[in-house]
């Protein structure tokens, strides 16, 4: 690993600013090196955060990214709780990335099922890797510790085999998803945690700084070849007592 990188903002509206910026420099450098640029987006209010970001820059240009994602909910992409479903109307039908590039779910089938297809779409966007090495992925962490559709004390936090598993007793709700297994997170050239609010102030502690008992699934990412991020804000680091970087919006990573 290229080793962690803590990075404190004042508060969520300047982390937004940082993230695009490191979203569209590491498009550059992939697209400079491979001719494309391999994205895997998570949901929750990371969708609106980098939708904004990304639409404010001028000049964005999609047309050489290629996207899947870290989960999915297996409801209809009309349904709130889709991640694609709310990409699509926040960033998607605005830029320039191909419908090809995006790399969705069949949420009509059964979970695994769903899962064996996702894998196979993900396999042949990957001819060569033995598990997809995605330029960056981005992170979000529960409250309880989970990250992607990886949940404490679960058994797919042992999965070593498959690149997408199918969770059908998730814990939080909708209760049937697929998720990116640790190995194909952990093979990531980059991956990017962003984790904001006074919710997650005592298990972001845990997770950075460790805890009595296994550790949790945010604190399982740690990528074999590639950089670590966590980028938060002040209330997210306040019971934080490891070194960090403080920095502002205009910052580059």
Request: charged share 20%; net charge negative.
């Amino acid at each position: 690993m290229a080793g962690r990188r803590v990075v404190v903002f004042p508060s969520s509206a300047e982390v937004g600013p940082v993230l695009a910026h490191l979203v569209t420099s590491r498009a550059e450098k992939a697209i400079a090196s491979r001719d494309r640029f391999t994205l895997g987006l998570s949901g929750g209010s990371l969708v609106s955060m980098l939708s904004k970001e990304l639409l404010a820059l001028p000049q964005l240009d999609c047309s050489k990214w290629m996207v899947g994602f870290c989960d999915e909910r297996l409801v209809s992409f009309d349904d709130p709780e889709s991640t694609y479903g709310l990409y699509k109307n926040q960033l998607f039908s605005k830029v320039n990335i191909p419908d090809s590039a995006i790399l969705t779910i069949d949420s009509s089938l059964p979970v695994s099922e769903c899962a064996e297809h996702y894998t196979r779409k993900l396999k042949e966007a990957f001819p060569d890797d033995d598990f997809p090495v995605f330029d960056l992925l981005l992170l979000g962490m529960g409250p309880d510790g989970h990250t992607c559709s990886l949940f404490p004390d679960h058994p797919l936090l042992e999965e070593t085999k498959k690149i997408v598993a199918p969770i059908s007793d998730s814990p939080k709700p909708p209760p049937q998803r697929v998720t990116m297994t640790f190995p194909v997170v952990n093979s990531a050239r980059c991956v990017a945690f962003v984790s904001t609010g006074g919710s997650k102030a005592p298990v972001l502690k845990e997770v950075l700084e460790g805890r009595e008992g296994p550790a949790f699934p945010a604190a399982r990412v740690v990528p074999t070849n590639g950089e670590l991020f966590w980028l938060v804000d002040d209330p997210a680091a306040a019971s934080l007592t490891i070194q960090v970087e403080r920095l502002g919006s205009g910052a580059k990573l």
